[in-house]
């Protein structure tokens, strides 16, 4: 069965409390990314070996699976448009269309172990790239599909709530 597309604009991320998952983006250093993308990854092989990562907990809801193939993917979208940012002025970042991702590449269909693999270099390549990122440059802009701008620093913050949120879904 197909779940519902999610179209929330998530960008209060970045002035308030995710009241679900916790996540407290307004006082969230943009050097402190990089090592809450890399805990984050940490946690997920674990989650990824259960033995009912593939089961859905009802219709509405990814599996474990799903959620991890979405988080690794999370990670090279967004290193993507960082290194874009980084190169380019005022990049737009095209449109990503994460649930028909999910449909075309099969997440529910794909091996735990390999996901818990690709999401953890994925991880590493993303959290470097941050890491990396000079002062001067935390003020690069680029647009997202939808108009919305961030800069370096802002995109950093908005995009480790995705993986932050869905490993709080996943631990429920």
Do not use: I, K, M, S
């Given at each position: 069965m197909a779940i519902v597309p999610d179209t929330k604009n998530w960008t209060w991320v970045l002035d308030e409390t995710c009241s679900d998952c916790g996540y407290d983006g307004p006082t969230t250093e943009f050097r402190e990314v990089p090592r809450l993308v890399r805990e984050n990854a940490a946690a997920w092989p674990g989650v990824l070996a259960a033995a009912d990562a593939a089961v859905r907990p009802d219709d509405r809801t990814w599996s474990a699976l799903e959620y991890g193939a979405h988080v690794r993917d999370v990670f090279r979208v967004f290193d993507e448009r960082l290194a874009l940012m980084l190169r380019e002025e005022v990049p737009a970042f095209a449109n990503w269309d994460q649930d028909a991702t999910a449909v075309a590449d099969r997440y529910s269909e794909q091996q735990p172990a390999a996901v818990a693999a690709e999401l953890v270099a994925a991880a590493e390549v993303v959290a470097a790239r941050f890491e990396?990122?000079?002062?001067?440059?935390?003020?690069r802009t680029g647009l997202r599909s939808d108009g919305s701008?961030?800069?370096?620093?802002s995109l950093a913050r908005y995009f480790v709530h995705d993986p932050v949120h869905h490993l709080h879904d996943v631990r429920r």
């Open positions: 990396a990122v000079a002062d001067e440059q935390l003020g701008a961030f800069t370096v620093e």
